[in-house]
C-alpha cells in the first residue's frame, strides 16, 4: 500500500520556523515530482512549492518565496519543507503529494498554526 506520511506541523509564534517532512512508503517516489500544497479554513487547496525528481529544479508560490524551502532525500524516500519566517497568514493543513506518469498520490496533511 502506498502511503505518504506528514509530520512536523503544530503551533509555532510568527516568525518562527517549523520543518515539516513527507515519508513516503510502499514504492519509491525518486522518479516522482515531489510538491507540497496547503488548505485555509474556507479556502481552496493551493500550491506552495515543487521540486523535481532530481532536486536540481524547485518552484515556489510568491506568497512563500524566500521563507519556504522544498528539499527532498531519495534515498530516505522523504521530502521536506522548511519554513521561516512564518506569518499568520501561512496558518493551514499542509499536504504531500508526488505526482508520476498522471497519477497524484496524497498525504493525510498536517496542520500548521501560526500565531500573531
Known amino acids: 500500500q502506498v502511503q505518504l506520511v506528514e509530520s512536523g506541523g503544530g503551533l509555532v509564534q510568527a516568525g518562527g520556523s517549523l520543518r515539516l517532512s513527507c515519508a513516503a512508503s510502499g514504492r519509491t517516489f525518486s522518479n516522482a515530482v515531489m510538491r507540497w500544497f496547503r488548505q485555509a479554513p474556507g479556502k481552496e487547496r493551493e500550491f506552495v512549492a515543487a521540486i523535481s525528481w532530481s532536486g536540481g529544479n524547485t518552484n515556489y508560490a510568491d506568497s512563500v518565496k524566500g521563507r519556504f524551502t522544498i528539499s527532498r532525500d531519495n534515498a530516505r524516500n522523504t521530502g521536506y519543507l522548511q519554513m521561516n519566517s512564518l506569518k499568520p497568514e501561512d496558518t493551514a493543513v499542509y499536504y504531500c503529494?508526488?505526482?508520476?506518469?498522471?497519477?497524484?498520490?496524497w498525504g493525510q496533511g498536517t496542520q500548521v498554526t501560526v500565531s500573531s
Open positions: 503529494n508526488a505526482y508520476e506518469a498522471g497519477t497524484d498520490y
